[in-house]
């Protein structure tokens, strides 16, 4: 059992920064690979970037240099720093933690918007 808190979202003007944090309580230990899903309006879910417990990482080709994944081990908490946002990044963003299974955060807004 693993259980995903997001925060850290919300409005943000075009070229503007976030950061968005997912904290991962209960059986963290069983998880391998955490990151971030995002869907936006009429779109599928789509990954945004995953990091491994290795540190090795995974970004889609349209956030790969704008976007940043970081985990914290100790802390068992993931982090997305998103810079260079735009419209297009405007989209419920969701943790997400691999161990034998997956489980999903609630779900944050992050509008970009002017």
């Known amino acids: 059992q693993v259980q995903l808190v997001e925060s850290g979202g919300g409005l943000v003007q075009p070229g503007g920064s976030l950061r968005l944090s997912c904290a991962a309580s209960?059986?963290?230990?069983?998880?391998?690979?955490m990151g971030w899903y995002r869907q936006a309006p009429g779109e599928e879910r789509e990954l945004v970037a995953i990091v491994r417990r290795d540190g090795t990482r995974n970004y889609a080709d349209s956030v790969r240099g704008r976007f940043t994944i970081s985990r914290d081990n100790a802390k068992d908490m993931v982090y997305l720093q998103m810079t260079s946002l735009n419209p297009k990044d405007t989209a419920v963003y969701y943790c997400?933690?691999?161990?034998?299974?997956?489980?999903w955060g609630q779900g944050i807004q992050v509008t970009v918007s002017s």
């Open positions: 997400y933690a691999y161990s034998t299974t997956v489980t």
């Open positions: 209960g059986r963290t230990f069983s998880i391998y690979t």
